[in-house]
């Protein structure tokens, strides 16, 4: 096969498959399902916890530490999910990403309200994070698998999802830790530049 050929088999297959997801969820995922309901509680909940819970006077913040966490593991799951190690069989809909509802809401919320308790606390971070990994991967990733939300292959582990959750919690917590720095670092040297530019030109 030469490169034009093998382009598209890949669409071809790709057809196939986003063909089959519709089918998938019309039949089996769709509003008549409780998985679909489970899918928008698991947003709307979430959200509006969030809502409610969050330090407006760190709005900032707290949303770039989560926007890490959201991004950094849609990623993961993406990259798992094509490479067949994990699977989430009921999405919200068909339209987005399979596992939508934790990637993007669910688990960066949680993760966001643990940041803020922490740090507003004075609590350490890195043991707690352990503590909700371990909830989000044996608890409620258990559970996910018995009722067909979640289906591992290839000797895909619920180890190895708590292994993820804390790493990727961590790699947050550290690039907003370094924005913070950064930013400190640039509202000091403006206000020095302030200072000495009052001081060059006294105001009488």
């Given amino acids: 096969m030469n490169e034009q050929d093998i382009l598209q088999s890949i669409f071809d297959y790709k057809e196939r498959i986003s063909e089959l997801r519709v089918d998938h969820w019309m039949k089996y995922s769709n ?60 999405g919200f809909t068909h339209f987005l990403p399979m596992g939508i509802t934790v990637t993007a809401v669910l688990l960066p919320v949680c993760f966001m309200l643990l940041y803020q308790y922490c740090s507003n606390k004075g609590k350490n971070f890195y043991l707690y994070t352990i503590v909700l990994s371990a909830l989000f991967a044996y608890a409620f990733g258990y559970l996910s698998k018995k009722v067909e939300l979640l289906i591992m292959y290839k000797g895909m582990k619920l180890t190895y999802l708590f292994l993820i959750d804390i790493a990727v919690a961590y790699i947050a917590y550290w ?30």
Avoid: A, M
């Fill in 175 to 204: 690039v907003t830790k370094l924005f913070i720095i950064i930013k400190n670092q640039s509202s000091n040297k403006q206000t020095n530049k302030s200072s000495l530019d009052s001081i060059k030109n006294p105001k009488y």
């Fill in 31 to 90: 509003w008549k399902t409780w998985y679909f309901w489970f899918n928008i509680l698991s947003i709307l909940i979430p959200l509006t916890i969030l809502y409610f819970k969050i330090d407006r006077r760190r709005l900032f913040e707290i949303c770039f530490f989560g926007l890490i966490v959201h991004v950094t593991w849609s990623n993961i799951d993406s990259i798992l999910s094509q490479n067949n190690y994990l699977i989430h069989p009921h």
